[in-house]
């Protein structure tokens, strides 16, 4: 593998440049060719897929063929009232479950960077231990714990009388969101709170000094101090919400309806590629990637001119 | 593009200092105060009130009460005799039958369980070492060598850094299908090697911590470029590549969609998705044996993540991605 290398004084700038080019394409090669295979090509793929139309003769005899037809997929999808009921229920929830998860982790990142904190190893090790725990084996053990015959959190609460229909038409969708938000507040609290343990300490005795809260030094120095983790975990989270699949996917064999096979977009793609309608799956697919990607760019562009000001 | 990455540019020299200060002997207390670029000025307990203490530690608790529940329920459960795993009490022991639970967990369906998480450990270790490996390299040459299209290349990998790998799996499947890839563990390990966010994290590491000048003496000295990747750059690359592994992992262990598409045959299926069918089994395996699965299934990662705390730690911090 080693290329031959001469001292670098006897060597040309020029030639320096050309070996260093050549060297810098051998150590990049390995990763383009796989990101170009996985990447590229299978969107590529669902592009071109996406394009063509699967025709049946009226009798069935015959097997169906694929028709150019650059439109019908893309049209239907956007005409598909299951389609977008997904994309819009997924909106809803991310408009809800993000910012109501972003305020639990800054909360608690702020909690145990108070001075009042105690054990302050123990708390982050727990919130963050249900990163460890696998998204569909999170939502497994959740669904245990909403389950409509022994849900052991009702029976605890049958004693006051309540009883919390987890599953039901109107709680599924926070049921569902429930569950992101345990798995996810302390992955976004450990990252606010590296970001509070970086700001300069003279800037928090300054404050004091001055007099001012602990209320106030978290409201009015901490949380702007620590502006860029939110907006890097708010990215990320929004992210995550366009690809929400896992819980309501698994909560669907016991939900009794409440979700159906289409309840989020890529539930919904899945559903036409096992149903065999292949072009159409592309299509929602290539929809999808480009939606997420303008959103994420569209909020990357937003929070950084807020910054410049 | 880079311009608007400077959430995560910024947050990355903190991530150096504590990725690369830690000798063995401070380990244990950096993992305490991870993150601590604040420096070691003692907090003064003495100013609080114990009202404030009270009130921050109550609240703290039901965090972690929220946080811990649903394991301890989990643990619990597992833990009744077999069949009983949703009788009363629900969040309390009714004699200790984990053993002989988690016995017959391996020993039923022909042991497949056992096959499932060996089967995880391989797709997840093949593929977390190779992608670990080859962003490592690409993030490395974007680093430490000058040359043409240098900022096309890392654009394109910061674009695909915000577009959820999810997205491919179904393209990924009609092409495989195409190519008659499926059932075949490389539907699952390939797509599972990209990883764009470790080549922007390499990059980052590798243009603050392998210096110019080592690689200019190693020149002199007459090491070929690539042996000074080897000897040189993966050497003092390392806490970033465990962390760039460790990412990858728990990746590729969770990931579940693509497997269950890719791979029908279940004595080729991940823990993730074995798991599942059975959940979706209608009856036809005992709720009991998923429940105890579902405990033993979180074990390896968080073994792997005791393991490695004080990397995972520092690594959030570079701006991970879920």
Partial sequence: MSVGTPTRSTIPKTRTSGRQARTAALLLAPFAVIFLGMYLAPLCFAVYRSLFVLKRDGLGLTAPTLVFDPFTNYLKAFTDP??????????????????????????????????????KGFFRLTSFLPYAVPGVIAALMWSFLYSGTSSPINALLAPLGIEIPFLGQDMVLWSVANIVTWGWTGYNMIIIYAALQSIPGEILEAAKIDGASAWNIAWNIKIPMVRPALILTAVFSIIGTAQLYNEPKVLQSVSGGSIDSAFTPIMAAQAATAAQNYPYAAATSVILAVLVGILSITFFKITNRGSDA | MSSQLTAGDSLAPADTKTNTAPAPATRARTGRNFGAARGSGPRNNRETSLASRLVVTIVLGCFALYFLVPIWWLLVAASKPMGEQFSAPGFWFNGMHLGANVGELLT????????????????????????????????????????????????????????????????????????????????????????????????????????????EAARIDGVGEVGIYFRIGLRMMTPALVTIFL??????????????????????????????????????????????????????????????QRFWKAGLTAGALK
């Fill in chain 2, 247 to 308: 990412f990858n992992f728990v990746e590729i262990w969770n990931n579940y969609l693509l497997p269950a598409m890719v791979i029908n045959d279940s004595s080729l299926q991940p823990v993730t998705v074995g798991l599942v069918s059975w959940f979706a089994s209608n009856g036809k395996v005992p709720m009991s044996l998923v429940v105890i699965g579902a405990l033993v299934s979180i074990i390896p990662l968080l073994l792997l993540f005791l393991f490695l």
């Fill in chain 1, 82 to 119: 299951v389609f977008i009921e997904s994309l819009g229920r997924v909106l809803l929830f991310g408009v809800v479950q993000v910012p109501v998860m972003l305020a639990l982790a800054t909360g608690l990142a702020l909690l145990i960077d108070s001075r009042s904190a105690r054990a």
């Fill in chain 2, 108 to 215: 039923s369906r022909d042991g497949i369980f056992m096959r499932w998480i060996l089967n995880s450990i391989f797709y997840a270790g093949v593929g977390a070492i190779v992608g670990t490996l080859l962003a490592s390299m690409a993030g490395y040459a974007l680093a430490k060598y000058r040359f043409r299209g240098r900022e096309v290349v890392f654009g394109v990998v910061l674009a695909a850094v915000l577009i959820p790998k999810i997205l491919f799996t179904l393209p990924l499947y009609l092409m495989f299908s195409e190519v008659g890839l499926i059932n075949n563990p490389l539907a699952v390990i390939l797509p599972s090697i990209v990883s764009p966010f470790g080549v922007y994290l390499s990059r980052v590491f590798a243009a603050q911590s392998v210096p110019d000048e080592i690689i």
